[in-house]
């Protein structure tokens, strides 16, 4: 298995601009999640989905943030519009079970000048 | 609310030295526990878990933890460094599944090792 995927590594837009950030969970897995890595504020989840349903997106910080997840093989995160403050590394990451443990992609680091 | 707390965010350690990173949580309910690896510009590696059964779990990388409920901690521990362990180190915990599928997260503690 490939593992979690996500795309693109690295993303440098201009403020004001749309990002959308690309993950593909393990097979099978029912449970993806997406978080957000800052020296700040550490690991912050900000929503996750079982079985492609969003269950929790209280982490979600702003309206300029929403997700998606059309199918078990596919999840985007998008910032419209994207500002500084959102420059950190995002993880996605899915999960067969609540007590495996999850599997982590290898994140996007995304800087907004 | 569960919570989980890492003291102190770097820990140095000489090469061959024994690895102890610490690791504290808070739970209403029979917890599952994890310790997760980052290095450098890498994701979140697994490196062990507990859910129930055998207190003492073993790792990958010769690692290990306890889970002590007395103490609500799950501190993970290594006989002899090696240089390649520096990395940031994350616990976690979880209550169980449905909503409460998702994993609380310590901040962090980065492992320098000293040849």
């Known amino acids: 298995d490939a593992g979690v995927i996500q795309s693109p590594r690295h993303e440098v837009t201009e403020m004001g601009q749309e990002v959308t950030l690309r993950c593909k969970p393990i097979s099978g897995h029912d449970y993806l999640f997406w978080y957000r890595q800052t020296m700040m504020r550490g690991l912050e989840l900000l929503i996750y989905?079982?079985?492609?349903?969003?269950?929790?997106d209280s982490g979600m910080p702003e309206d300029r943030f929403s997700a998606k997840m059309p199918n078990a093989s596919f999840s985007t995160l998008k910032i419209q519009p994207s500002e500084p403050r959102d420059s950190a590394v995002y993880f996605c990451?899915?999960?067969?079970?609540?007590?495996?443990?999850?599997?982590f992609g290898s994140g996007t680091r995304l800087t907004v000048v | 609310a569960q919570s989980v707390t890492q003291l102190g965010s770097h820990v140095s350690v000489s090469e061959g030295a024994l690895v102890l990173l610490r690791c504290n949580y808070s739970?209403?309910?029979?917890?599952?526990l994890f310790w997760y690896v980052q290095y450098p510009n890498q994701g979140l590696q697994l490196l062990l878990k507990y859910t129930t059964g055998a207190t003492l779990v073993k790792g990958i990388n010769g690692f290990e933890a306890e889970f002590k409920k007395s103490e609500t901690s799950f501190h993970l521990t290594k006989p002899s460094a090696h240089m390649s362990d520096a990395a940031e180190y994350f616990c976690a915990v979880n209550k169980g599944g449905g909503a409460n599928s998702k994993l609380t997260f310590g901040k962090g503690i980065t492992l320098s090792v000293r040849p």
């Open positions: 990451a899915s999960s067969f079970e609540f007590n495996y443990g999850y599997t």
């Open positions: 989905f079982n079985n492609n349903v969003p269950i929790d």
């Open positions: 739970s209403s309910v029979p917890p599952y």
